[in-house]
Every structure is written in structure tokens, then in C-alpha cells.
């Protein structure tokens, strides 16, 4: 039985559908990531789940039993917000055992969980110390250790590490794998950004307009998008789309034009593919595609290297052909100048096929 279950749901702002029919099943002491940009109604969701927002069609279901109606206080789960929310006035053990005071929990028990706390997320040497004395990092600790000492069902996190620095986020997502791996407990947790869900989450679930786009793994959906807005919106630099004409094939292979690139074979997802014909798109992710000398007999298509961005890891090549401008992730030591004519090969068995509905074929 799964440990969250959402069934069918619909929220709905006046006139404005923001969750549209939503089904979806989280095991139990899985970590789930609510992945899209702005807009698509991943908080929202999050907020049906743990009872602020109400429910304008369907059940949410918590530990087999219905929560639809049943208030946020006794759904036995655990929030952590954006935004810290501690009380300024309160010192770090304060504010963890602060849930436990309210509830009327026996001192002794405030007191064995909020040290059991403090040390899982290595809060200690601060217990005495006040909010404004704590960097972001520690700030946002304190915060899941408030929710902790509630021994939650459900632990659900609304971007929580939006608001610290790049290096305070890298090292917040490794606290939070290892609380992870540590609590065993069913985390669902709302992020826009891609690398959070890719490097924290079992399942991600990509959002597009209050819909779900696709549930899968990190590398299912990086190796295998069901439809265009997932290929798109997974992966940094985003992958290439370059309009294709299909002209035959066999089986799952399709034969397809690119302009000014003659013919190139992509074998697809599906049985009987080859029968498509129409307009369609090619994608293929920059680290699939490789520069090489122009007119080079592997190339696929030449072009003219328009900017050059070196990351140090890699260098990212702009080249402007005549099927489009395609993003190139080449080697990190590449000699590669603005100006330069190259030729483009594709990594075999990498390229996708997209139809005009934007499935994937």
C-alpha cells in the first residue's frame, strides 16, 4: 500500500485550475521531488498534502487513511518552509522543542528529542544560541529540526534551500541525503531546481500546468523523456531540438531530413515507427554531440562556432547552422575560438524523436 496517495485531485482558484485530476502514489520512506518552473503548481500540491490548502476534488491519503477533510495539526506530518520561520527571540533549543512545549509533551521527552536532534543535524555547539548568531545553513537546520522532534509520518519540504548561497546549497543537500538514509521516513520535497531533484530524490514527478509530465527515476527521465517538455526542462545546457522531416524507415528505425544535413537514421522508443512521416523534432543533449573537422565524414552537420563559454569542467560551444544553433558540450580543454567552421557528430542511439503533439516517438 502506498504511504501517500493522491487521488484525482483538482484545486481550483475561482476560474483558474491550478492541480488538474492528479493521481499519484509515493512508497513509504521514499524520497520524492515535485520538479518544475514556476507556475506549474508543485507548492500548491504541496500544500493539498499537508492540509493548507483545501481540496476542491479528489482525496489525499496519508498511512491508508483519508486526510481530505482532516486539519493540518493532526495529519502527522512535518513542514519546512522557504523561509525559516524561527522566532528571533528564542534560543536554537527553544525553537526546536517550541512543537513539542505546545503539544504538552513531558519535559524529559522535550528534552531527550530535541538533544537527539540537534545532534542528527550537528547543531550542539548552538543549542544556546539565537537565530540572528546563525548563518543561513544553520538556520535552515534548526528549522528541520523543529519539524524532526515531531517524529512526522511525512516530512515535506517547500524549496527550503532557495534562499542560502550556492556553496551552503551543495553542502544542505548532502545533510539532507544523509537525513534521509538516517530517518527511513517518506520525504516529499518541492524544488524548480533540477540538480536537487537529480542528486536527492528516488522518484522525481515533473509538473507542467498542474499536470504530471512524467514519474520516473533521475536518469529515466534524463535518458528516457516521454515527451518534449521533460526533455527540455531536465539537463544543463538544455537539450538541442532541430526540426526534422521523416522520410520512412523500418521497424523502430525512422529516417529523417535535417536542413542542410541530408539524411540521418534515428532508431525510436516504438515498434513501427518507421511508418512516421510529417514534420518532427530531433533533440539530442549537448554532451551527445561532438565537434569535429569540417566536412569530417562522421559529422552530421557543419557550422560556425558563434560563443564560447569555458566552465573550466567543460567548455560549452554555441555553433550556428543551418538546421539551427546547436549547444555543444566538448572537453574541458578545447581549443575551440569564435569563428571557427566545425563539423557536428552525433553520438549514436542518443537522438530523440518528437512529435508535433511533443510525445515522444
Known amino acids: 500500500m502506498p504511504h501517500v496517495e493522491l487521488k484525482s485531485l483538482s484545486k481550483q482558484f475561482g476560474t483558474v485550475e491550478v492541480i488538474r485530476d492528479l493521481s499519484l502514489a509515493i512508497e513509504a520512506g521514499e524520497f520524492c521531488a515535485l520538479l518544475g518552473p514556476s507556475g506549474c503548481g508543485k507548492s500548491t500540491l504541496l500544500r493539498m498534502i499537508a492540509g493548507l490548502e ?41 525553537n526546536i522543542a517550541f512543537s513539542l ?42 528549522a528541520i529540526g523543529r519539524a524532526l522532534v515531531r517524529d512526522p509520518e ?29 530517518l527511513a521516513t517518506t520525504m516529499i520535497y518541492v524544488t524548480h531546481d533540477q540538480v536537487e531533484a537529480m542528486t536527492l530524490a528516488d522518484r522525481i514527478v515533473v ?40 522520410n520512412g524507415g523500418e521497424g523502430r528505425a525512422v529516417s529523417v531530413d535535417l536542413a542542410g544535413a541530408g539524411s540521418l537514421s534515428v532508431e525510436t522508443r516504438h515498434d513501427g515507427a518507421g511508418k512516421t512521416s510529417g514534420t518532427l523534432e530531433l533533440g539530442i543533449r549537448p554532451e551527445h554531440v561532438s565537434p569535429t573537422a569540417p566536412a569530417d565524414p562522421s559529422a552530421v552537420i557543419d557550422g560556425r562556432i558563434s560563443m564560447v563559454e569555458r566552465l573550466g569542467n567543460a567548455t560549452i560551444l554555441y555553433v550556428d547552422t543551418a538546421a539551427g544553433n546547436i549547444v555543444v558540450e566538448d572537453e574541458s580543454e578545447s581549443e575551440a ?17 518528437f512529435a508535433a503533439d511533443g510525445r515522444v516517438i
Not at 517547500?158 to 551552503?168: G, I, V
Request: glycine share 6%.
Open 101 to 142: 512545549e505546545i503539544a504538552g509533551a513531558p519535559k524529559a521527552e522535550i528534552a531527550e528529542k530535541t538533544q537527539k536532534a540537534a545532534t542528527l543535524l550537528q547543531l550542539e555547539p548552538y543549542l544556546e544560541r539565537k537565530p540572528a548568531q546563525l548563518s543561513g545553513g544553520q538556520r535552515q537546520r534548526v
Open 207 to 246: 509538473l507542467d500546468a498542474g499536470r504530471i509530465a512524467q514519474v520516473g527515476s533521475p536518469l529515466d527521465l534524463y535518458h528516457r523523456p516521454e515527451n518534449k517538455f521533460v526533455a527540455a526542462f531536465i539537463g544543463s545546457p538544455a537539450m538541442n531540438f532541430l526540426p526534422a522531416a521523416a
Open 337 to 353: 575560438r569564435i569563428g571557427d567552421a566545425v563539423g557536428l557528430a552525433f553520438e549514436p542511439g542518443r537522438s530523440h524523436l
Open 154 to 182: 511525512v516530512f515535506l519540504f517547500d524549496e527550503p534551500l532557495s534562499n542560502l548561497d550556492a556553496k551552503l546549497r551543495v553542502q544542505m543537500r548532502l545533510e539532507l541525503a544523509k537525513l534521509h538514509q538516517e
Open 54 to 94: 483545501t481540496v476542491t476534488a479528489g482525496n489525499v491519503v496519508i498511512a491508508g487513511r483519508d486526510v481530505t477533510q482532516v486539519p493540518p495539526a493532526k495529519r502527522q506530518i512535518s513542514m519546512v518552509f522557504q523561509s525559516y520561520a524561527l522566532y528571533p527571540h528564542m534560543s536554537v533549543r527553544q
